[in-house]
């Protein structure tokens, strides 16, 4: 995930943007990282002392471990933004030191190609400034939302996790074309394209998702003879039951 966002963040990158610190384990990773305009490998102490904004991307067990050896190094004023599953704001609270603001991120992968979605929760003592600088940093890997920790989980299964829904879709449907005697090459750019034009319909039409299905539907037809097979074999319910097994799984139930 963090490569992901780096990825995002450097691809919209202008000459006057600030420098991007990077922090890594291995020295091959921060040779990598060196190579690339406007990202610096350092330190974790080094970019503590020196970022205003600190993009949390280990993985959620190793979080509290890497920012407490940095309490007293961070810098006042700047904020914290966990990038990491099932890691509350309560959490991050109890390892920073005062004047250094928390906000809870789930970001997706599609961010890699700008077209992610992190959904933040924000820690009481978050200021507008500080939230505007979060969202202007992660805007050029998509979009994102503020919505109450308490709506983290179901959001997780909405938006961190749903990539892996609608991939598993379209191998569902690139499998039934070659079934139906596609080359899997042509069945899977088929596929592909009826999913980016199906999402970028919903995002630029004032439409309802259930008006612009009716609008490929006509009565009696082939469309509507697929949509009753999937209806039939339960499909709402399955993604029902989906999401309520990752919300689930999220929050640790």
């Known amino acids: 995930m963090g490569g992901a966002i780096l990825d995002g963040l450097l691809s919209a990158r202008d000459a006057h943007d600030p420098e991007v610190l990077a922090v890594v384990r291995r020295a091959d ?143 569902a449907l690139v499998d039934a074309g070659v079934a139906g005697g596609l080359p899997r090459a042509t069945a899977t750019d088929l596929a592909v394209q009826a999913a980016l034009g199906a999402g970028s319909m919903m995002r630029e039409s004032d439409l309802e998702p259930v008006l612009l299905r009716a609008q490929v539907t006509s009565p009696g037809g082939s469309t509507a003879a697929a949509l009753r097979e999937l209806e039939a074999g339960g499909l709402r319910e399955t993604f029902a039951r989906a999401v309520r097994a990752c919300t689930d799984r999220s929050a640790g139930r």
Do not use: N
């Open 29 to 171: 990773q921060a040779a990598e990282l060196d190579s690339r305009d406007g990202v610096r490998a350092v330190g974790a102490e080094e970019a503590a002392a020196q970022a205003d904004v600190h993009l949390v991307t280990v993985k959620p067990y190793d979080v509290l471990d890497l920012l407490r050896p940095l309490h007293d190094a961070l810098r006042p004023g700047s904020v914290v933004v966990s990038l990491a599953l099932g890691i509350s704001l309560a959490d991050l609270r109890g390892a920073l030191p005062e004047g250094v603001a928390a906000v809870r991120g789930m970001p997706s992968t599609p961010a890699r190609v700008g077209q992610g979605m992190t959904v933040l929760s924000l820690g009481d003592d978050v200021s507008d400034d500080q939230l505007d600088a979060v969202r202007t940093l992660l805007a050029p890997t998509g979009r994102s939302v503020v919505l109450p920790e308490g709506q983290q989980d179901v959001a997780t299964a909405l938006s961190g996790s749903a990539p892996a829904y609608f991939y598993l879709v379209v191998e």
